[in-house]
RNA sequence: GGAGAGGUGGCAGAGUGGCCGAAUGCACCGCACUCGAAAUGCGGCAUGGGGGUGACUCCAUCGGGGGUUCGAAUCCCUCCCUCUCCGCCA
């Protein structure tokens, strides 16, 4: 959400990077031309307004001296104005409302260095601020060798007994899974491991937040008004709520409405929860398998911190979700999201790709955003400086990131395929097997 | 689901139609006192918006929205939220 103070002040810089987005957005003549009609119509409410005031209180002073002739010659003048400021206010809600509604469509501008381009192919890979191709490849898994030709996860034979789609459809419809027994249980360990690391290593705050949201809280993270169609509602009385596509909506707008310090900047939260799309729009896309389901568990990060510490926070988060895949041993790379890739309400969104066998192929497990202050002005989430000073402008916003860290579906995806046997049965790596009771392997008794 | 109470500035908490954008206390900031600090004293301290080069000035905001009135924190309606009791329930 901008301020349409800044886009007066810097309409060029708005304008040149607006136009780097992908899709048709509006100008800043077009913004401005909105304002200056809410401006104009601001002031005249306010001389109407100042004059009622001032008019009002000459009344009362005019009863206290039991002068009621003049009070009366007053509340004649005043009179006039009672239909000209009811007017004059519903003429500003109009264009009050009108501004918000072009505002609110606008997605953020990326930062200069986002790469240009249309599509996911245009995407750069990202080697870290200080590093290279090499110093990335001794530093990640490598990808695996097979004596066999890898199958996809569905067709991993531990897969064809504890995921079931056809079950799945009978009771919810398509884009769902049943997922059973070992298949079942190394959904749930992956998803303890990665809250682990991220609460015990990386100093995140464990959340459980609530999974059906306001329209509200969608509003702060963007979902809303634009993206509606990809959300599932739950009814409820006159009102609605929506299962949360992303722990994010939760997380982030923990901080709506709030003012914090800057001493308790930044503040790291991170949840397990289910997400919910209704992937309208992508139908008959990954179709096969689960890599696109309708609900899908996966581990949400979301850093609230100063303008300042921002910047570094988004390597850092990176970083954390980058740590999952390592422990996991995963082969994996990291896109820098084009201009025609990136989402919403991101300056910049490195995308985890993990390395898929049974594919032949990289595919998103993770997106790591940064917002600025966009969703934070939609929040209304502001800090206190701890300088004290008294700040000109009033107080600044927060900067929000969000990061998953990871899709915990898709991960489960990725371990059947790299840690497949040819008899069918899946290796656990190291570092999830005290989540799996144990378990070197799993489906191989079969 | 039934009955009731309540939402006021960073926090606590007064305020039932004009003298209230709002007492008082705490917190915070500045100054004085002090070698320094504490204590004390004095002063400052909500947010958003419009106009003006500027000193400044005006408007709005007491949970959100609407209404009554010349005038609303205060009266009415409605929505949201919090709390207490009862009922039901995991």
Redesign the pocket.
């Known amino acids: 959400m901008f301020?349409i103070?800044w886009i007066r002040n810097n309409a060029e810089a708005f304008d040149g990077a607006m136009s780097r987005r992908k899709g048709e957005f509006a100008r800043s003549v077009d913004l401005l031309n909105i304002d200056d009609r809410r401006?104009d119509i601001?002031?005249r409410?306010?001389?109407a307004?100042?004059k009622?005031?001032?008019?009002?209180?000459q009344?009362?002073q005019a009863?206290a001296q039991k002068d009621e002739a003049k009070a009366a010659a007053l509340?004649a003048e005043?009179?006039q104005l009672?239909e000209i400021i009811?007017a004059a206010e519903a003429e500003e809600?109009l264009v009050e409302e009108e501004l918000h509604a072009a505002l609110a469509v606008l997605p953020n501008l990326v930062f200069d260095d986002v790469p240009q381009g249309t599509d996911e192919s245009d995407n750069v890979e990202y080697f870290g601020r200080n590093g290279t191709a090499e110093t990335v490849a001794s530093d990640r898994a490598r990808k695996p060798e097979f004596s066999f030709a890898p199958r996809e996860h569905f067709d991993v034979g531990v897969a064809k007994r504890g995921m079931d789609f056809e079950e799945a459809a009978k009771i919810s419809g398509s884009r769902f899974v049943v997922l059973k027994g070992e298949v079942a249980r190394l959904e749930r360990a992956l998803g303890q491991f990665m809250l682990d690391i991220h609460t015990l290593e990386h100093g995140y705050t464990e959340v459980q937040p609530p999974l059906l949201v306001r329209d509200e809280a969608l509003f702060g993270t963007n979902q809303l008004p634009k993206f509606e169609e990809d959300l599932f509602f739950a009814g409820h009385?006159?009102?609605r709520l929506a299962l949360i596509p992303t722990a994010e909506v939760p997380l982030t707008n923990l901080v709506r409405d709030a003012?914090l310090t800057e001493g308790e900047l930044p503040l790291r939260f991170a949840a397990l929860t289910p997400c919910f799309r209704s992937e309208a729009g992508s139908a008959g896309r990954d179709t096969r398998g689960m890599l696109r389901q309708h609900q899908f568990n996966k581990v949400e990060m979301v850093s609230i911190t100063t303008p300042d510490g921002s910047l570094d926070e988004h390597e850092r988060m990176l970083g954390c979700a980058e740590a999952v895949l390592k422990k996991l041993g995963l082969h994996y790379r990291v896109m820098d999201l084009c201009t025609g890739d990136i989402g919403f309400g991101a300056k910049r969104t490195y995308d985890l790709e993990v390395w898929l066998p049974g594919q032949d192929t990289y595919r998103e497990i993770s997106s790591v955003s940064i917002c600025g202050d966009f969703q934070a002005r939609r929040m209304n989430a502001q800090y206190r400086p701890s300088g004290?000073?008294k700040v000109k402008?009033?107080?600044p916003f927060v900067h929000t990131l969000n990061g998953s860290g990871t899709a915990v579906g898709r991960c489960l995806i990725a371990v059947l395929e790299n840690y497949q046997q040819e008899d069918g049965s899946v290796a656990i790596p190291a570092a999830l097997q005290p989540y799996m009771g144990g378990l070197t392997s799993i489906g191989g008794d079969h």
Do not use: C, F, H, Y
């Open positions: 301020d103070k401006r601001i002031t409410l306010n001389d307004q100042e009622r005031n001032a008019l009002s209180k009344i009362g009863k509340m005043v009179a009672k009811p809600r009385g006159e009102g003012i004290a000073e402008g009033g107080l």
